[in-house]
């Protein structure tokens, strides 16, 4: 049996209306094909148990996962104020289940996560979204010992209120991460990469405490920028600079290369609140991104993705997007997606949202990576079992 994928997208008043017509579109484009997993990117500004409620009114018991995003992404562009549903059918199984403690312990959930997963014989993937405020996704990473290709990403919203939240099954809330358990015929090819470089500043953490960067060479964080950038101080914790200083990032070097790290949003104290632990010694570059660079990674990290399906062609792609390049592109939008489509074709069903943060695992390295300022592309495909 081949595997056959939908994208559906609609804009409504209630979350529960254009849920319903998002997922009557996917439907409708899988033909008579009956769906295996849907994906869910959902407006932070609709309440999430209406779009669930007009999703599973269409699905029934279909498994699904979501997540929150400003924006939902298509083949088409970028559309706000929407809810994006995509259908997977075909010869696969999927499960999907809400961890409700993931804001209490990465560490735990990774266990948790690692138990379902053995329990079974057959190989598999795991596919994840996360709550992006609350929860260290660097400790729930760290956290496995087997194996498993896991892959997902960090739901964002309104960077303001921290209102974010996570969908699987007929449960809805924050502060938890659901997981779609993927097995049987279906062959999954992850990229990633960012637009984002060194400019030659760069500075020591000199205090830092769990998800607060509090001072950078000695000086509260957001003076070390307002001393980079012009504005005063006490203005990068008013909108917009307290959001905008995501476009401006911090490189740190590790063995394996570099890590990028970016502030959510800037506080009333000068902190920097990220959403992975600093720590205190270290040195960080200045990074500043482009929108040619982020083109370029775009265009890689969908070449990669291909290149892991060998010869099987794509028949879906997910793409999980920092909202730092929702950001950045703010003048050009949708033009990622421009930019995977000329890789993957134009007739590629796309759908995907923006995130807080992404994690990726690959060959090479199997335990899981977090992430900042990247795009993921997933792309399916048929397996050869």
């Not at 997993?37 to 699904?64: K, W």
Request: glycine share 12%; hydrophobic share 40%.
């Amino acid at each position: 049996m081949s595997i056959f994928a939908s994208v559906g997208s609609a804009q409504a008043l209630d979350g529960r209306e254009a849920g319903l017509q998002a997922t009557h579109q996917a439907l409708n484009r899988l033909g008579a094909n009956a769906p295996g997993l849907a994906f869910v990117i959902s407006s932070h500004q609709y309440q999430p148990r209406e779009v669930l409620n007009g999703v599973s009114s269409l699905l029934g018991d279909t498994p699904l996962i979501g997540f929150s995003s400003p924006a939902g992404l298509t083949h088409k562009g970028l559309h706000p104020h929407s809810v994006v549903v995509a259908l997977l059918s075909g010869d696969f199984q999927s499960e999907t289940i809400w961890f409700p403690g993931y804001a209490q312990s990465g560490r735990e959930t990774a266990s948790k996560i690692e138990q379902h997963a053995s329990a079974r014989v057959e190989r598999q993937s795991v596919l994840f979204f996360a709550d992006g405020f609350n929860g260290d996704a660097e400790q729930f990473c760290n956290a496995f010992t087997s194996s498993w290709q896991v892959t997902g990403g960090l739901s964002s919203g309104d960077l303001n209120t921290g209102n974010t939240y996570q969908i699987a099954g007929s449960q809805t809330g924050t502060g938890g991460l659901v997981a779609a358990f993927l097995r049987g015929n279906l062959k999954i090819g992850v990229g990633s990469d960012h637009g984002w470089d060194p400019v030659g500043n760069h500075f020591r953490v000199t205090r830092s405490r769990g998800f607060w960067l509090r001072t950078l060479d000695g000086r509260p964080a957001s003076e070390a920028y307002a001393n980079l950038f012009g504005y005063p101080a006490r203005d990068w914790a008013f909108p917009p600079l307290s959001y905008l200083a995501r476009l401006y990032p911090l490189g740190i070097e590790q063995s394996d290369g570099m890590v990028v790290r970016a502030p959510i949003r800037v506080e009333a104290d000068g902190s920097f609140r990220m959403n992975a632990p600093i720590r205190d010694g270290i040195d960080a570059f200045l990074l500043v991104g482009s929108r040619a660079a982020c083109e370029r990674a775009a265009r890689n990290a969908a070449q990669q993705a291909l290149l892991q399906l060998g010869d099987k062609k794509p028949l879906l792609a997910l793409v999980l997007v920092d909202i730092a390049w929702q950001m950045l592109l703010k003048a050009q939008p949708g033009i990622e997606i421009a930019a995977i489509q000329e890789i993957l074709g134009e007739d590629i069903p796309i759908a995907g949202g923006y995130t807080l943060g992404q994690v990726v695992s690959s060959s090479e390295n199997p335990k899981p990576k977090f992430l900042n300022q990247h795009m993921v592309v997933i792309v399916f495909g048929e397996s050869d079992l």
